[in-house]
């Protein structure tokens, strides 16, 4: 079975910085896990997008799949309050 490779975008660098340290770890055991199966039962389509959302507490994970090249794009991580403001 092949896994997906995951990519962060460079401003998802930046959202990280946002995030207390203690919830960094979990976030990126959950991102590491859609490299398995990247629409999992955790996962969502959102609505009117091709993105999709992962939810991890508080916060979110929105990320682009591309099938054809086995790629995951982590768009955007930040909590559940403003992840969808632009």
């Keep these: 079975m092949e896994f ?4 962060f975008t460079k401003s998802v660098k ?3 910085r946002k995030i207390p340290k203690l919830d960094v770890p979990k976030i990126l055991n959950e ?3 859609l490299a398995k ?3 999992s039962s955790k996962t969502k389509k959102l ?4 993105l999709y959302r992962l939810r991890v507490g ?7 799949i591309q099938d054809n090249l086995m790629l995951i794009f982590v ?3 930040g909590h559940r309050s403003d992840i969808y403001r632009n």
């Design 4 to 7: 997906y490779k995951v990519i």
């Design 31 to 33: 991102i590491e896990e």
């Design 75 to 77: 768009v955007k991580v």
């Design 14 to 16: 930046k959202d990280f």
């Design 58 to 64: 508080n916060y979110r994970v929105i990320y682009d």
């Design 47 to 50: 609505k009117g997008e091709k």
């Design 37 to 39: 199966n990247p629409r």
